[in-house]
């Protein structure tokens, strides 16, 4: 599971939610199964196209080609989307999966459903959790949008807004806060995240990253939605609710640690980023 506060796995039944196995990606790799789950209440059109290019097996036997320590792993078949010779699903069907418009963000939702962190952030004039994830927002737009903390899942684009197709990334360090609001974030991983930290780095002074051996990349095994593997054998997952006490709770213990590890007690501020959700499986 992802990082949690330890008291959240006592809190009760009603405080958690079932994750939709329609929005579940099952992503296998050679050192195990990472666990994505889509917001297409965010980017309805991108959940969609992935959606539909993981059951038209787009990305099976593809590979993370583009992988850079403390930033992102990038997947799909490879810079650029006009190449294809290497892969007869995507160049079949390519004309399937036109540009995207961009979904960088959407109206705000109201408080209960957003949970603020209560403090200054340095990207976004506020900053909560909506529904398990990590959003930032401008009051004065009315607008919000996913955060790029560790974890979060992307269509990667070419310079133009509308230009994601079919290449997706997934955050694996801290540097991409600067990509908010720029590139459309629609996900999160709730377990696997240390099967995509031993992925192939690229050197990200050369081809900003892209592994030029393909015999280095890290393959892509397959991708699947839970929805499509029968419930007996379907991974199952849940989410604490953020907008319950105990989350709420769980937030001013971190704000304020009573740990007598802490001769010195750190500032009662948070980072967005640096707050876990808990996630528990509860399936084998």
Not at 94 to 117: G, M, Y
Not at 147 to 169: H, I, S
Request: aromatic share 8%; hydrophobic share 40%; net charge negative.
């Amino acid at each position: 599971m992802l990082a949690l506060f330890p008291a959240s796995l006592a809190a009760p039944e009603s405080d958690w939610r079932d994750v939709n196995p329609q929005d579940l990606v099952l992503i296998d790799t050679n050192y195990g199964q990472v666990a994505v789950e889509l917001a297409p209440e965010f980017a309805p059109n991108h959940a969609a196209r992935l959606r539909a290019l993981i059951r038209a097996h787009f990305y099976d036997g593809l590979s993370f080609y583009r992988v850079i320590d403390g930033f992102v792993a990038q997947g799909g078949i490879g810079e650029g989307t006009a190449s294809t010779k290497d892969h007869p699903v995507a160049d079949a069907d390519l004309s399937k999966w036109p540009p995207l418009k961009a979904e960088f963000d959407r109206v705000s939702k109201p408080e209960p459903d957003f949970t603020p962190l209560r403090n200054a952030d340095l990207m976004a004039p506020e900053v909560g959790f909506e529904n398990g994830f990590s959003v930032a927002r401008d009051p004065g737009e009315g607008r919000e949008w996913l955060v790029q903390c560790p974890g979060t899942l992307a269509f990667a684009r070419d310079n133009g807004p509308d230009t994601a197709t079919t290449e997706f990334y997934i955050v694996i360090g801290q540097a991409p806060r600067r990509l908010d609001r720029d590139l459309t974030a629609f996900g999160r991983v709730l377990s696997g995240m240390q099967y995509l930290q031993k992925l192939e780095r690229g050197d990200p002074d050369i081809d900003s990253g892209v592994i030029a051996d393909v015999h280095k990349r890290d393959p892509i095994i397959r991708m699947r939605i839970a929805a499509d593997i029968p419930a007996k054998d379907r991974p199952a997952y849940q989410v604490i609710r953020t907008e319950s006490k105990t989350f709420s709770d769980a937030l001013e213990l971190r704000r304020h640690p009573t740990s007598p590890f802490y001769f010195r007690k750190p500032p009662p501020v948070l980072d967005i980023c640096g707050v876990p959700v808990a996630v528990k499986r509860t399936t084998p």
